[in-house]
């Protein structure tokens, strides 16, 4: 086996893991970074992301806005001094991506522009048209290229951590192009492997994001927090779950159903104005839009398709064409391409889709996990800031501000640690190999990837869709420990070494039936509803008495995980009624003339 | 999902380095619908038929740039081609054409990677700044300069397009040209002069016969063709001032 001595490894090449890279390189030249991920960096999901990211920049705006529409947002579920160091970080990391090059959107003035965002009660959602992560990962991609000491390891997959004497001390990794296992020994170790989304079936999400570093940290002790808290997109493309960006809506997209009516006004976001206004109608949060959906299909008023199943219209004709090209490029050709439509023409069919995971990878505010050595890092971490339900465009700010931190203080830990012991790691990494080598080689499996892929999807969209209930929570958890037991004999048809997709799909699946596991059992005992974890059986209500607590999944082996709970830091903000639209205006007012 | 019982043949063109002397074509017989991309034909292969057909893909919404192929011989991303388009035929998928293949549909991508590396694709700036000085200020003359050129998702099909690129796997090619004019042409950056060495080289602009079939096949719009012929011009003027100035031209 290949031995490669790094001082920081870096699992993941989207937008946290090269934020994380930078910093690294920046705070010290001499260390040695060995940057890991499964895809060349830019096709990494980051590059999906459509709307844009979130730090104050106008006037009128403020931090204590964006930290009170980020916790009330998140369901008072966030770390609230995380919150604040997250809000005034913002702008400065979006400034420095500025200055590396990132073609953010400007007015006539020359300087950035900032668009209107779901749950945020300023404008302050800094994009560069329609493709805000694409240009995010691209411009951090090529930035990284600038620094000798960030040496990547393409289209590598991460199988396992190491650990010795009580700390992250490296990972395992299979070369795709050839097979070949190595060993990258590092003294600080960080995750960042983004989402899991892919657990459940109608997806935004890239076939890349099956929660492997969640898994990876899982296995070795760490806590799942949070993992309840999956967000429904409201407005998804049928059957594909491609995304239509909430920017439709911040740009003044409309949603009606079947007889043209603007529904949102019967749940608590009206009243409606013609003009989009932030926190009311369209931009609300994304729980509140995809929980009206449901209830919209209940009471027969979603427009029922032959092919698409039931969808709710999201209109932009009034938008016109000309203004459509400007600010939604993307998701104009993605209208005309994927579905034959014309959106300044024609209303666009849509309906909700999973989109992000909130919770993950249970880290403090340096981003540490318990785990000594060991950082996580976006969208696979819970640093938490996103509480109980993230807010649009938060998510993007914290892979560069988090980023950030990671990389900076991995850079400190790996200074002061000496080396560790090669042997003892390089033992535990040939097991690893064995382990898997085992898998690909095994033969008279009778299971197909596919199968226990699609049962597993189709049980989570069941039991941990956007309305839950016990009985159908435990029908999930039974099916995913069947499943497990069934995993234990698939069949993989490919036994070669080079680019063995078939053997590496089936390790992926084995990380996301740890995932579905931890999010089921997690959801199933929290007996509320909170954020995007939404419950018909007798626990409607939010219950802060029981409740205002994290979850936290642990591992154990051969069994379904133990779930406990941990307390949520509250610094000025008291939980409060989660009120938009026109009572969320009268509450804020109401907190303003308090505090005053 | 198929919901339909309509069947398109697909015919892929196969191989597994560590057991066939030369690749070869296989057909499929797949159930399709009219929303079925030919990615999603590829992945119904695998999922069904047989697990080990290799390729690669991710986002499913032409923005990664993993998946490309040849599809009925033109370099295309299979995410956003149809089946529909192609029934009642029988379509045929290779792997890019001008690249090494590795297995299947995957294609050696380690040389392109280089090209990006080589032309230093980040702002070296012409007026350092500091982050409480906020943001560059640039104007929508300046910001339309370039910004066409920042589409490039990096897919290859513009050297999969590239008879040249066929001829001299040196050349830098569409792609990563197209990238250095984004940076040259960003008033943030100041760095053009540097980077035209890269540009007048031996594996430089001068390598492109001007076919512009890069710019016919890519999917984003981003006209490498054009930043290749902006750059021959710039090259041939930076030739003659080197002539004339004995430090070397446009420094
Ligand atoms: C369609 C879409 C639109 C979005 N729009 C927005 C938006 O407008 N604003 C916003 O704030 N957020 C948005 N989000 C959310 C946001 O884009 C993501 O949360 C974020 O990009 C995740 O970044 P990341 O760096 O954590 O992970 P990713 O970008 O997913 O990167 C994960 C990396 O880990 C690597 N990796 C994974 N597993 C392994 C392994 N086993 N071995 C080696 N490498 C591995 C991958 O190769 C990849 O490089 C959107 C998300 C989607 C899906
Ligand atoms: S220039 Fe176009 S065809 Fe070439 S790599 Fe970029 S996006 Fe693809
Ligand atoms: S799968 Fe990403 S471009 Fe086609």
Redesign the interface.
């Known amino acids: 086996m290949e031995i490669f001595k790094a001082d920081v490894v870096i699992v993941g090449g989207g937008g946290a893991g090269l934020r994380a890279a930078i910093a690294v390189a920046e705070t010290d030249p001499s260390l040695k970074i060995a940057l890991v991920s499964k895809?060349?960096p830019?096709?990494?999901?980051t590059?999906?992301a459509e709307g844009g990211a979130a730090g104050v920049k106008k006037p009128t705006d403020s931090y204590e806005y964006h930290f009170h529409d980020t916790v009330g947002g998140g369901d008072w579920l966030c770390e609230q001094d995380v919150v604040e160091y997250f809000v005034r970080q913002a702008p400065?990391e979006l400034?420095?991506l500025?200055?590396?090059?990132c073609?953010?959107s400007?007015t006539?003035?020359?300087?950035?522009n900032v668009r209107a965002f779901g749950g945020m009660k300023i404008e302050r959602t800094w994009f560069a048209a329609d493709?805000s992560g694409?240009?995010i990962l691209?411009t951090l991609f090529?930035?990284s290229?600038?620094y000798p000491s960030i040496k990547r390891f393409?289209e590598h997959f991460c199988v396992d951590l190491l650990e010795d004497e009580g700390r992250c001390q490296g990972v395992v990794v299979i070369e795709m192009?050839t097979g070949e296992f190595s060993m990258i020994e590092a003294r600080s170790v960080i995750i960042a492997t983004g989402g899991a989304g892919r657990v459940f079936r109608e997806s935004t999400l890239?076939?890349?994001v099956t929660g492997d570093g969640m898994a990876l940290a899982y296995r070795h002790g760490v806590a799942l927090r949070d993992m309840e808290f999956v967000q429904y997109h409201p407005t998804c493309m049928p059957?594909?779950g491609?995304?239509f960006t909430e920017a439709c809506r911040g740009e003044g997209g409309i949603l009606v159903n079947k007889d043209g009516y603007r529904y949102l006004q019967d749940y608590g976001l009206g009243p409606v104005s013609d003009k989009p206004k932030n926190k009311y109608m369209e931009l609300g949060p994304r729980d509140r839009l995809s929980q009206a959906f449901y209830f919209e299909q209940q009471k027969g008023r979603t427009i029922e398709h032959p092919?698409l199943g039931s969808v709710v219209h999201l209109d932009l004709r009034h938008l016109g064409e000309a203004y459509l090209h400007e600010r939604l490029p993307?998701i104009y050709?993605?209208a005309e391409?994927?579905m034959g439509l014309d959106p300044a023409k024609d209303p666009i069919p849509i309906r909700p889709a999973v989109h992000y995971t909130m919770g993950g990878i249970k880290v403090d505010g340096n981003c540490a996990a318990s785990l000594k050595g060991l950082y996580a890092i976006g969208e696979c971490a819970s640093v938490g800031i996103h509480g109980a339900n993230r807010l649009g465009s938060n998510s993007l700010t914290e892979l560069l501000v988090f980023g950030k931190v990671a990389g900076v203080d991995a850079a400190r830990n790996a200074k002061s640690l000496a080396p560790g012991k090669s042997a003892s790691l390089l033992k535990q990494a040939e097991a690893t190999e064995q382990r898997l080598m085992a898998l690909k080689t095994k033969t008279g499996g009778t299971e197909?990837?596919?199968v226990i892929r699609k049962e597993m999807a189709q049980s989570m969209e069941d039991g941990c869709g956007i309305y839950r209930m016990a009985n159908t929570m435990q029908a999930t958890c039974d099916k995913l420990s069947e499943l497990r037991e069934r995993f234990k004999n698939i069949s993989?048809?490919?036994k070669?070494?080079?680019?063995?997709?078939?053997w590496l799909?089936a390790v992926e699946l084995d990380y996301q039936l740890d995932v579905a596991q931890s999010m089921a059992h997690s959801a199933i005992r929290r007996k509320e509803s909170r954020g995007a974890h939404q419950r018909l059986d007798g626990f409607e209500l939010r219950d802060d008495v029981n409740y205002l607590k994290h979850s936290e999944a642990y591992y154990v082996a051969g069994d379904e995980p133990r779930i406990a709970y941990g307390d949520v830091k509250i610094t000025t903000s008291q939980p409060a009624e989660r009120v938009y639209g026109a009572a969320g205006e009268k509450a804020d007012q109401e907190r303003k003339g308090s505090h005053a | 999902m198929p919901?339909s019982q309509r069947i398109i043949e697909i015919e892929v063109l196969r191989y597994?380095?560590?057991?066939d002397k030369e690749p070869h074509l296989e057909v499929y017989k797949v159930p399709f619908?009219?929303?079925m991309s030919v990615l999603q034909g590829a992945q119904y292969i695998?999922?069904?038929f047989?697990?080990?057909l290799?390729f690669?893909?991710?986002?499913?919404?032409?923005?990664?740039?993993?998946c490309g192929m040849m599809i009925n011989g033109i370099p295309k991303l299979s995410c956003?081609t149809f089946l529909r388009d192609y029934f009642p035929n029988r379509i045929r998928i290779e792997a890019m054409a001008n690249f090494p293949i590795?297995?299947?549909l995957?294609v050696?991508?380690s040389g392109f990677?280089e090209k990006?590396?080589s032309i230093?694709?980040?702002?070296i700036?012409r007026e350092p700044?500091s982050?409480d000085q906020?943001?560059?200020?640039?104007?929508?003359e300046?910001?339309n300069a370039?910004?066409q050129f920042?589409?490039c998702?990096?897919c290859t099909l513009c050297y999969a397009a590239c008879p040249q690129f066929g001829l001299n796997p040196d050349f830098i090619g569409p792609a990563a040209i197209a990238?250095l004019h984004r940076?040259n042409m960003?008033s943030?950056?100041g760095a053009a002069a540097e980077r035209m060495e890269l540009v007048a080289a031996e594996e430089g602009v001068f390598n492109c016969s001007a076919v512009g079939y890069c710019s016919e096949v890519c999917p984003k719009h981003v006209d490498p063709a054009n930043a290749v012929n902006i750059n021959k011009t710039n090259a041939a003027k930076d030739y003659f001032l080197r002539f004339l100035s004995p430090k070397g031209g446009s420094k």
């Open positions: 895809v060349y830019m096709r990494s999901h590059v999906a400065i400034t420095q500025e200055h590396w090059g073609p953010w400007r006539a003035d020359g300087h950035v493709k694409f240009h691209h090529q930035t290229m600038k393409d192009g890239g076939g890349i059957v594909t491609l995304l092919r993307l050709e993605m391409t994927f197909k990837i596919a993989i048809d490919d070669s070494s080079v680019w063995n997709t078939d799909t | 919901d597994n380095p560590e057991s619908s009219d929303d695998k999922d069904h047989d697990g080990s290799t690669r893909w991710s986002c499913r919404m032409a923005i990664c740039g993993s956003e590795e297995k299947d995957v050696d991508l990677i990006l590396e230093q694709p980040y702002i700036p700044r982050l906020g943001e560059y200020i640039q104007s929508p300046q910001f370039y910004i920042t589409s998702i990096n990238l940076y960003d943030r950056d």
